[in-house]
Nanobody
């Protein structure tokens, strides 16, 4: 069975960095497109980044482009989200998700993790 688990969240000051990881104990992530989304209280789930099967093609949401980097480590069956120059508005629960389509829409993804909290202080 598929089990997606996000890790690496925490509390960081503005301008700092965090590295999130998405691991799957039931599936091989190289067989899926993997996306990162985030959701703050009272707000809609927002697209952050997506990576294709080979890892050679990536796409980012406008609010994080140039600051965040998504990458694969197929040997460890994980996908990372490196977050630099963090801002208070980046505060949210971050989710990884897998699917077969190239999409920025949350509804197009098939499997979701439980999420990890990222809090950026002023």
């Amino acid at each position: 069975q598929v089990q997606l688990v996000e890790s690496g969240g925490g509390l960081v000051q503005a301008g700092g960095s965090l590295r999130l990881s998405c691991a799957d104990s039931g599936r091989t992530l190289s067989n899926y497109k993997v996306g990162w989304f985030r959701q703050a209280p009272g707000k809609e789930r927002e697209f952050v980044a997506v990576i294709n099967f080979s890892g050679s093609n990536t796409y980012y949401g406008a609010s994080v482009k140039g600051r965040f980097t998504i990458s694969r480590d197929n040997a460890k069956n994980t996908v990372a989200l490196q977050m630099n120059s963090l801002k208070p508005e980046d505060t949210a629960v971050y989710y990884c998700a897998v699917g077969q389509s190239s999409s920025t829409r949350a509804n197009d993804y098939e499997y979701w993790g439980q999420g990890t909290q990222v809090t950026v202080s002023s």
